[in-house]
């Protein structure tokens, strides 16, 4: 019997490619750094940046100084411009989404949250009004862990007080997390209603999962 519905965000509950992009290049441009010296500093922050190890505003104050372009203003100026995009995902969700969420609440299904986050979108997250659905939220950014390491599923679950075969996870297929959710015991499906509008995703279809072309399918599985 299935109780628990875990989630990834990204790319599942919410896409950044119904908005307006501000990633590494868009924020290039904004300081006035050349893409590929912006990227040289910024990528290789991305664990360290998921894992709670430092903040979004620490690594771009760190590119601005180390280009010899630092300023309060413009650090301030990146930093709202980031966080506004990652709040106007929220208000592109996929038209299905508040309704699944709302029917599994009506079957008693408790709902979870696994995402590999940075501090800016941690914030977001919590002050989304996706959060009061979730019965336990895990995000990297403040448990210092990140899929596909099985402990964050193992500690979603012990939030929900539930085995593995009493859940299903849902999600895009990154960061192997439906590998990792299989191997655990899981039912591991593939939500692919964004992939499949957005060819700008760097996931793909995967073979041997169920795929879930839209959020109220999920309620099929139950």
């Not at 875990?6 to 919410?14: K, Q, S, V």
């Not at 505003?57 to 601005?64: D, N, S, T």
């Not at 966080?83 to 299904?109: A, D, N, Q, W, Y």
């Not at 990154?174 to 899981?186: D, V």
Request: with cysteine.
């Amino acid at each position: 019997m299935i109780k628990a519905v875990i989630f990834d965000m990204f790319e599942t509950l919410i896409t950044h490619y119904r908005s307006p992009l501000y990633f590494g290049t868009q924020m290039a441009e904004d300081a006035g750094i050349r893409r590929e010296d912006f990227q040289a500093l910024w990528e290789p922050t991305e664990s360290d940046r998921s894992i709670g190890k430092v903040t979004f505003e620490e690594v771009i104050a760190m590119i601005l100084r180390e280009n010899h372009c630092y300023s309060k203003e413009l650090l301030g100026e990146i930093t709202r411009k980031r966080i506004e995009t990652k709040r106007e995902c929220f208000r592109h969700l996929h038209r299905e989404i508040l309704p699944m969420l709302s029917s599994l609440k009506e079957k008693g299904v408790l709902i979870g949250l696994i995402s590999n986050c940075f501090s800016e979108e941690a914030a977001v997250i919590r002050e989304s009004e996706l959060f009061p659905y979730f019965d336990a939220c895990c995000l990297s950014y403040e448990l210092g862990i990140q899929k596909p390491d099985e402990r964050i599923f193992d500690r979603c679950m012990e939030k929900l007080s539930v085995k593995p075969e009493e859940c299903l996870y849902v999600g895009d297929g990154g960061s192997l997390e439906l590998e990792t959710a299989e191997k655990l015991g899981m039912t591991a499906l593939q939500a692919v209603w964004y992939l499949k509008e957005n060819p700008m995703n760097p996931s793909k279809r995967k073979q041997g999962f169920v795929q879930l072309e839209s959020p109220l399918e999920i309620l099929i599985n139950i």
